[in-house]
């Protein structure tokens, strides 16, 4: 179980993530939703580590992880696929997932991760040895999930995945998150789809000015005229 508890992020004096706690389970799929400016990016990029924590504590398993480098996060089974993809768009495709894969244990597995995600993205497969900034948005954003797919991560942190991208496109990526949590690997997905996301979940929270609003199932959110009032636009 990936947990936080208790946690508060800050810009300087200025916080930005206040008293948040959370979990996902082993095989769970958990979405974070929320106004711009709530705080979502800032809370998912500290859960895998890339940003400092103020105040309470990150947990895998019980263990807690809030003070270790960013690499041992990856070491712990996390991985995260960033808002805006961050590609190395000179690099092919294939040398873009292969950096994915630089633990040990990924590395062993290098060739397996890579069937792996070509049979969930076939068009990768296609574009192996294109360089990544030739591939359309949605074809990126493919590559950045199949980057983080090949470190073997036991947690998918996913930070706004359909963002600019076709309403086709975002039906195929939320299609593969889906098919990859299904596989066994926990997902914790912000995303400003906020209906889509809703539909994919089985837990949700909602974050406004970096605290929770609410949390439940999605079906209890959406029934709930307060909240659909105040963050989902109904």
Not at 124 to 143: F, K, N, T, Y
Not at 145 to 164: C, K, N, W, Y
Not at 195 to 210: F, N, P, Q, S
Request: charged share 25%; glycine share 10%; hydrophobic share 45%.
């Amino acid at each position: 179980m990936l947990e936080a508890r208790n946690l508060t992020v800050s810009y300087g004096a200025a916080p930005a993530v206040v008293d948040v706690s959370l979990e996902v389970g082993a095989g769970d799929l958990v979405v974070v939703v929320g106004p711009n400016g709530a705080g979502k990016s800032t809370l998912i990029n500290a859960m895998a580590g890339l940003h400092a924590v103020a105040s309470g504590h990150l947990l895998v398993d019980g263990r807690d992880i809030t003070r270790e480098a960013p690499h041992r996060f990856c070491e712990r089974g996390i991985a995260i696929v960033p808002e805006g993809r961050r590609l190395f768009v000179n690099l092919s495709v294939r040398e873009n997932l292969e950096l994915g894969s630089y633990r040990a244990g990924a590395r062993r597995a290098r060739d397996d991760s890579l069937k792996r995600v070509c049979a969930l993205f076939p068009v990768l497969g296609e574009r192996m040895d294109a360089p990544a900034g030739a591939l359309s948005g949605g074809q990126q954003q493919m590559v950045a999930i199949a980057r983080a797919l090949m470190a073997r991560p036991r947690f998918l942190l996913l930070d706004e995945p359909s963002l600019g991208l076709s309403p086709l496109i975002v039906r195929d990526l939320l299609r593969a998150i889906r098919e990859i949590n299904t596989e066994g690997v926990a997902v914790l997905l912000v995303e400003q789809n906020i209906a889509a996301a809703l539909e994919l979940a089985r837990r949700a929270y909602v974050l406004d000015e970096g605290r929770i609003a609410a949390q439940g199932e999605p079906r209890q959110l959406m029934s709930q005229p307060e909240i659909q009032k105040a963050y989902l636009g109904t």
